[in-house]
């Protein structure tokens, strides 16, 4: 049995996977370019959700964890996860220059026999297309087998996690599945194996793209409740008592997070490669991109159309509750329109603490207006209650928070 593993890129994605690796019998060797990062882990000092200092320090004091910043040195049937960030360029273009440079890396050290494994959200086609030609191209090892096993990692969730969430995998060859199925068994729970590389591909593009998707009806519904002046959440939570047919979405000021902004825009993009538009999932990127100014406009209306001078502040700007991640958080957007607006922005999170140089701040009654974003569980909007400060929920759940939800 195989029983070297080498994760490439130490974010919210492989370190766990490095972790769990190496809690079942696996020697674990976490590479990422960022020095700063690799050593942090190495004391042990860790932002990601789930993963302990004690564990991080007991798993190298056991040597069966280590990290390091330069590329491992030559390895022979190894395991090799890709596990790098998958942006957008400045364009809104997939960027693919993470997946590149992790595969030119591996190719420096990769040995006979090993398996790659590819985590990273891509477009369809990227294992078979670009990541095996890539390898095999600048490195002259054979008998290569290579799989993907798209991650489903959610910051924070307590419920879900990398053990009991399925792990769909497909491999490009029968070999290269059953060998991705061998390593996930040891730590997933449920392991779902598909036809090809490109079906697991596709199905994690079409998770995310699917809630893109109806995060932008439920945005666009809420115009429409507004004009009738009825409550959205209400008329959500009347729908969701239908035991079937239904799940419940909520409005809000945007997407955040790695995977609703930009999968589907993979996905749009591996439309266009074979020559398809998605048009209803483009529009749905649109109408959610937009929202952080279209939601300005609104509390624009509630302070009698003027924002300039107005003490506004924030709850919560991670782009989740009860986590500090900001990756793409509609609420820097929406802090940033309000203040192109004139706005005095004050901001609470006391999970972040810190953003560009300002510190988060108590709530205080001394605002003209309170808006709830990312409601975290450490806030406590008491002050604002007991003031009656004017607030706007606009966080995007059905959990009264003393105020009706705004949008």
Not at 337 to 359: H, Q, R, T
Not at 360 to 368: F, G, M, N
Request: some cysteine.
């Amino acid at each position: 049995m195989v029983d070297e593993v080498i994760v490439v890129g130490l974010g919210y994605v492989g370190l766990p996977v490095a972790v769990e690796a190496s809690k079942n019998g696996y020697r674990v060797t976490g590479f990422d370019i960022d020095n700063r990062k690799v050593q942090n882990l190495k004391k042990g000092i860790c932002k990601v959700p789930g993963i302990t200092s004690e564990e991080l320090i007991k798993l190298q004091e056991n040597s069966s964890l280590s990290f390091v910043s330069e590329p491992p040195k030559n390895r022979t049937s190894c395991i090799f996860i890709i596990a790098v960030p998958t942006p957008l360029d400045v364009s809104q273009n997939p960027d693919l220059s993470f997946i590149e440079n992790a595969c030119l890396t591996i190719s420096q050290c990769i040995g006979d026999n090993s398996l790659v494994i590819n985590e990273s959200t891509s477009f369809i086609g990227t294992l078979r297309q670009l990541i095996r030609p890539l390898i095999e191209k600048k490195s002259s090892a054979v008998n290569l087998y290579f799989a993907v096993a798209p991650e489903r990692i959610d910051p924070g969730n307590i419920i879900w996690n990398i053990n009991n969430t399925p792990r769909v995998i497909g491999g490009l060859s029968i070999e290269a599945c059953e060998l991705a199925r061998s390593f996930y068994s040891k730590f997933c729970h449920n392991l779902i194996s598909v036809s090809s590389p490109e079906v697991a591909e596709a199905s994690k593009l079409l998770e995310n793209s699917f809630r893109q998707v109806n995060i932008a009806l439920i945005n666009e519904f809420s115009k429409l409740s507004s004009a009738y002046n009825f409550s959205t959440s209400e008329v959500v939570k009347a729908a969701s008592s239908k035991p079937y047919g239904f799940m419940p979405f909520y409005p809000s000021i945007g997407v955040g997070g790695h995977c609703i902004p930009i999968d589907p825009t993979y996905l749009i993009y591996s439309a266009n490669q074979v020559g398809q538009e998605a048009e209803m999932i483009a529009l749905a990127n649109e109408i959610n991109n937009s929202r952080p100014e279209k939601v300005v406009e609104l509390i624009k209306e509630v302070l009698n159309g003027e924002l300039k001078g107005k003490v506004i502040q924030v709850a919560g700007i991670s782009y989740k509750p009860n986590i500090s991640d900001l990756r793409e958080s509609p609420a820097i957007r929406l802090i940033k329109e309000l203040e192109k607006n004139g706005a005095n922005v004050l901001w609470c999170d006391p999970i972040l603490k810190s953003f560009e140089g300002k510190n988060s701040q108590p709530l205080s009654s001394q605002v003209d207006l309170g808006l709830i974003v990312t409601p975290h569980d450490l806030i406590d909007f008491t002050i604002w209650r007991e003031s009656n400060t004017q607030v706007l929920d606009l966080s995007a759940n059905s959990v009264n928070y003393g105020w009706p939800k705004f949008l």
